[in-house]
């Protein structure tokens, strides 16, 4: 394969890359206020949702004081974007499993 065919072939290659997340992220708008999205953030309901990007990871949990260091309760489910996803589930009582502060 020559050095031009290779570039296009790359070129390509990044060029379908970078559309599938743009287009997976909303736009550009949406790209840009993915800061709103990623992390832990309490949910109305007392639910914690975990939203990580990490493409190269395997896996990943979440364990803490919150779940007696329980490395196995909660795991997340990787999308095809390499984020990580995971909701805790309030108490019965409607708070957070996690504390803030």
């Known amino acids: 394969m020559s050095t031009?065919?290779?570039y296009?072939?790359?070129n390509q290659l990044l060029l379908k890359r970078w559309l599938s997340i743009f287009d997976g992220e909303g736009g550009l708008v949406g790209l840009a206020k993915s800061y709103e999205r990623?992390?832990?953030k309490a949910q109305a309901n007392g639910d914690i949702t975990l939203?990580?990007?990490a493409p190269c990871?395997?896996?990943m949990s979440?364990?803490?004081e919150f779940n007696n260091w329980n490395r196995r309760e909660f795991?997340?489910?990787?999308n095809?974007?390499?984020c990580f996803v995971m909701t805790i589930k309030a108490n019965d009582d409607g708070t957070p499993r996690i504390k803030h502060g």
Do not use: M, P, T
């Open 8 to 10: 296009r072939l790359a």
């Open 38 to 40: 990623f992390g832990l």
């Open 62 to 64: 979440i364990f803490g």
């Open 4 to 6: 031009k065919s290779k």
């Open 57 to 59: 990871a395997k896996a």
């Open 51 to 53: 939203v990580e990007w």
């Open 80 to 82: 095809e974007f390499g």
């Open 75 to 78: 795991w997340a489910q990787k």
